[in-house]
């Protein structure tokens, strides 16, 4: 359920800035993604990440972003979202970039990878 309801946000937050930010959508896919977080490391543990003392800045620009898009100025509350996304997760980012770099070691994705490397078109 919680990875269903951060797939949502995710959708929600994207058509949302698709349709030239429309708060609504971002709204709701805001309050899908803190929901769908909350179902997959729980309550306890999730409220423990936002409000630790080094992450005190994030949570606020995070959730100053929420309140902001909530407030009907999405491009301002995007920013300052956006800006706490970053803040937050900062330390999330080397390990996603070392999964995404892992990709290449499988064998179907190495091939194609390859013959996309190897293509001597101008396109």
């Not at 930010?21 to 977080?37: E, H, K, R, T």
């Not at 999730?46 to 902001?68: D, N």
């Not at 407030?71 to 390990?95: D, H, K, N, Q």
């Not at 996603?96 to 293509?119: E, R, T, V, W, Y």
């Amino acid at each position: 359920i919680g990875v269903g309801l951060v797939g949502f946000g995710l959708f929600f937050l994207l058509f949302g800035m698709l349709l030239y930010f429309d708060s609504v959508l971002l709204a709701f896919g805001n309050i899908l993604f803190l929901s769908g977080l909350v179902f997959i490391i729980g309550f306890k543990r999730t409220f423990t990440f936002f409000f630790q003392r080094p992450k005190l800045k994030g949570t606020s620009f995070f959730f100053g972003g929420l309140i902001v898009v909530l407030m009907r100025w999405p491009i301002l509350g995007m920013l300052l979202e956006a800006y706490g996304f970053i803040t937050l997760f900062r330390s999330f980012f080397p390990v996603a970039f070392g999964f995404l770099g892992s990709l290449a070691n499988i064998p179907l994705l190495s091939q194609l990878l390859q013959k996309m490397g190897d293509s001597n078109s101008m396109v």
